[in-house]
């Protein structure tokens, strides 16, 4: 039998990972090594998901709390897509993924974690890298430590 450890995401499926206030607010007060911030730009930031459904899961942020991208300035929109665009690219240099998924959930009933805070993920996807695990026992399996992943990334955008 093979043996899959995960050990970074027992604080997460024991609740004990929950903390109060906004985490993509938090995030920006705290170091980029302690939080896996990959690059900050003029309105928005890019930080890995520390409950990445695989490994290169991005996520894009920006700076200003706000819950919806219509509110969001031209400015802020511009820069957003053109962050999301720089995501693809080193993600397809750094991972060779076969595909991507990116997409906004807007709101707990469309799949929102966090829903006061509008973020963008871009998850990398790779033939096979969904099985048996997420259908019967709601798990992800991913082969790669946040930090590691947080390494090959640093300083590549």
Request: glycine share 8%.
């Amino acid at each position: 039998m093979d043996r899959l450890c995960t050990p970074w995401r027992f604080a997460y499926v024991s609740g004990q990972a929950k903390q109060e206030g906004c985490v993509f607010c938090r995030i920006l007060r705290e170091p980029d090594d302690e939080t896996y911030v990959l690059h900050r730009g003029e309105h928005w930031y890019i930080v890995l998901n520390r409950y990445p459904y695989s490994p290169g899961h991005l996520m894009v942020s920006p700076y200003r709390h706000t819950d919806s991208p219509e509110k969001l300035t031209e400015e802020e929109r511009n820069e957003h897509f053109d962050i999301v665009s720089r995501c693809v690219e080193v993600l397809r240099q750094e991972f060779n993924p076969e595909g991507f998924n990116l997409g906004i959930n807007l709101g707990k009933v469309a799949g929102a974690g966090i829903d006061d805070h509008v973020h963008t993920h871009i998850v990398p996807r790779y033939q096979g890298d969904t099985n048996f695990m997420t259908v019967i026992s709601d798990v992800r399996v991913v082969p790669e430590a946040l930090a590691e992943t947080y390494e090959k990334l640093k300083g590549k955008f």
